[in-house]
């Protein structure tokens, strides 16, 4: 996509020599072409650049988030716009925030629900039974019955 300068500079061209042998009519029609094109070009530049804007803002919001948070998501590197580093890919969330981790196919609510609650306890909830096996000394298991 050409810059408004570029599509000036292409409409300078088109003016030139070519259409002096022209009827009145084509060379006014070009013309005319020439201003429209000239206004959208500009207009899609400026578009561009409130998008720009408007998503560096929005990532620097994202990753900023609640300054009080307790609750944070990790972004995959692979997925991650910012710069390397393990902080860059952590997400503050808020406090207290339900998070849910469903299969394919459930609908909502129908996953594991989590979060941390007021005590620092972590909260777990399923629309089933729940057993919870230990599987290492710092670890345990939570398993849909």
């Not at 900023?64 to 390397?84: C, H, N, Q």
């Not at 996953?111 to 230990?134: H, K, W």
Request: net charge negative.
């Amino acid at each position: 996509m050409k810059n408004t300068q570029g599509v000036l500079a292409d409409a300078q061209e088109a003016q030139a020599g070519r259409l002096n042998g022209q009827p009145l009519w084509v060379r006014s029609l070009v013309h005319d072409l020439v201003l429209q094109l000239t206004y959208e070009a500009g207009r899609a530049e400026r578009a561009g650049a409130r998008a720009d804007s408007a998503v560096q803002e929005a990532n620097a919001l994202l990753s900023k988030g609640p300054a009080d948070s307790d609750t944070f998501v990790s972004i995959p590197r692979e997925l991650s716009v910012y710069e390397d580093g393990d902080e860059a890919n952590e997400r503050p969330l808020g406090r207290s925030v339900v998070v849910e981790f469903r299969r394919e196919g459930l609908l909502p609510g129908e996953g594991f629900t989590v979060r941390l609650g007021q005590d620092g306890v972590l909260e777990v909830s399923n629309c089933g039974p729940l057993a919870v096996l230990p599987s290492h000394p710092s670890a345990v298991r939570i398993e849909a019955r």
